[in-house]
């Protein structure tokens, strides 16, 4: 088998600037840029130039280039389904950042696609393979605040654009097909229900908060853009098992200094700060007998190496199609994520709660990705 997974690159845009051409370069012993494709054909080129590959204006050429085995799919949102799904009938495995689609049933078909043809699909955000992410499913399936009774999930954002930094035009995040929920809630339902398993049932309140946006600065500064997806989604969910939450997720909230997650066990509490990732565990017990005596900071390993990176999606792929390994962020999870971003619009609708039709069951903490550090490979 070839040690490295050649990839062709859809999309040349933000995420492909700031994380995954440089992977390709920075990680060279497992990813070999093969190709690179945008609408933008100059675009393409210079990123082509720059890093490697062929470069294309059309998905579809691109596709059917031999020495491309898997696609990277970091287009708008509304593009995915049809751009996942084509790679995967052109016998290509897909690493795509989120949402892997639009809508439920559409994920539904990736999923059976994929598994009816042996491919792989990578699954951006990169929750599950990160070590925050390992060491807090490690601790909570260690018992250590016992059973979990409460949840409160934060997931916000200003949105795209609404800081300086834009290399291009963000205004189709406000839009049909992408919008506040669409962006921000995988990440913190990737990371609720790859530590606690599927959500059973939602209900949700939905609004435009800010109906008119401008961007900041790029190419697209001064650009006025209306809103016509809501912007400030806040949710109430039963996990089962007499576990309840709430999730706040959208593009109304400039800063917090609040945790992104608490979770409230019959034994102690934890807090996760950190963004989109997790960074920080604070851990508070009552309980004489362990070392931890009210709040303390929970070590996590493995916080310097390449796995607590954006694109570590490129390298669980690499490490499925090369070398057999089970991937830990494959597509089932995030059909289960999709439903509940559609159960939410249901919700919000019809003022009525909703349940869930899929389920998930995470794997293990000592199934998740770790690695000593080693600088060959950071980013930085
Ligand atoms: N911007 C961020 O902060 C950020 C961070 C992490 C992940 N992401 C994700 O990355 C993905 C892309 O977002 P982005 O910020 O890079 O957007 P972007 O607008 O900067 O880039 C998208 C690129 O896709 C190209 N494109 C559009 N339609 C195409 C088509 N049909 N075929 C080929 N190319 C096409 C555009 O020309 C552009 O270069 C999204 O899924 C987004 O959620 C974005």
Redesign the pocket.
């Known amino acids: 088998m070839p040690d490295r997974l050649k990839i062709g690159v859809?999309?040349?845009?933000?995420?492909?600037?700031?994380?995954y051409l440089p992977a390709t370069q920075h990680w060279d012993d497992r990813l070999k840029l093969t190709a690179v494709?945008?609408?933008?054909e100059a675009?393409a080129g210079g990123f082509a130039d720059q890093y490697g590959g062929t470069a294309y204006g059309?998905?579809e050429a691109m596709l059917r280039d031999p020495e491309v085995d898997a696609v990277a799919?970091?287009?708008?949102?509304r593009?995915?389904t049809e751009?996942v799904i084509a790679a995967l009938q052109a016998g290509k495995h897909v690493m795509?950042?989120?949402?892997m689609t639009e809508g439920f049933d559409d994920a539904l078909k990736v999923c059976e696609l994929a598994e009816a043809n042996g491919l792989s699909v990578s699954c951006?955000?990169p929750n599950m393979l990160h070590p925050g992410q390992r060491r807090l499913m490690e601790i909570v399936s260690k018992g250590v605040i016992g059973k979990i009774n409460l949840i409160k999930l934060s997931q916000n954002s200003m949105g795209?654009g609404s800081r300086p930094g834009?290399?291009?035009?963000?205004s189709?995040?406000y839009q049909s097909g992408?919008g506040g929920m669409?962006?921000m809630a995988g990440y913190g339902l990737v990371r609720l229900t790859g530590l606690l398993g599927g959500v059973k049932s939602l209900s949700a309140m939905a609004t435009t908060s800010i109906p008119e946006r401008v961007m900041r600065d790029g190419p697209a500064a001064g650009k006025k853009v209306e809103v016509d997806v809501p912007d400030n989604n806040v949710i109430v969910f039963d996990m089962g098992n007499d576990t309840l939450g709430t999730m706040d997720t959208g593009y109304v909230a400039m800063g917090s200094e609040a945790p992104m997650m608490s979770l409230f066990g019959a034994d102690g509490t934890i807090e996760v700060y950190g963004g989109d990732q997790v960074l920080r565990i604070r851990l508070y017990r009552d309980d004489w007998q362990t070392d931890v005596d009210g709040w303390g900071d929970v070590d996590i390993p493995g916080l310097d190496t390449r796995w607590a990176l954006?694109p570590a999606t490129l390298l669980s792929l690499a490490d499925a199609v090369l070398d057999g390994k089970p991937l830990l962020n494959g597509p089932r999870q995030l059909a289960h994520v999709i439903e509940f971003i559609e159960k939410v619009w249901v919700s919000a609708e019809s003022g009525q709660r909703v349940d869930m039709t899929t389920d998930y069951t995470p794997p293990s903490w000592n199934e998740l990705p770790m690695e000593v550090r080693d600088d060959k490979f950071g980013l930085a």
Not at 10 to 19: S, T, V
Not at 96 to 99: A, F, G, L, N, S
Not at 166 to 170: G, N, Q, R
């Open positions: 859809l999309g040349a845009g933000a995420a492909a600037q700031w994380y494709c945008d609408v933008d675009r059309d998905y799919v970091l287009t708008p949102h593009f995915h751009q795509v950042e989120k949402p951006a955000p795209p834009a290399p291009t035009d963000f189709w995040f992408a669409s962006s954006h």
